[in-house]
């Protein structure tokens, strides 16, 4: 069956850095494009980033545009989001997908 598994979130200050995880299995990863997402307390869920299949083409939201890369390993069914800068605004669950599946989440909290 399809399993995400995210990890790597933690509590960071601002202007510090973290990179998120996500171990997929049981879907063909390498032909997929996978997302990543975030939900903050008493939002709507908000999207980050994308990448394709290939890991040639990347798609960021506005807010993390120039701070967040994301990158993929096929070989090792993983997606990975680099986060720099980060502001207590980017404090959320994140979540790795693709299609209607999703990770459990990860917690990302930014404070001083």
């Known amino acids: 069956q399809v399993q995400l598994v995210e990890s790597g979130g933690g509590l960071v200050q601002p202007g510090g850095s973290l990179r998120l995880s996500c171990a997929a299995s049981g879907f063909p990863f390498a032909i997929v494009d996978m997302s990543w997402y975030r939900r903050a307390p008493g939002k709507e869920r908000e999207f980050v980033a994308n990448i394709n299949f290939s890991g040639r083409t990347t798609n960021y939201g506005d807010s993390v545009k120039g701070r967040f890369t994301v990158a993929r390993n096929n070989a090792k069914k993983m997606v990975y989001l680099q986060m720099n800068s980060l502001e207590p605004e980017d404090t959320a669950v994140y979540y790795c997908?693709?299609?209607?599946?999703w990770g459990q989440g990860t917690q990302v909290t930014v404070s001083s």
């Open positions: 997908g693709w299609a209607d599946f």
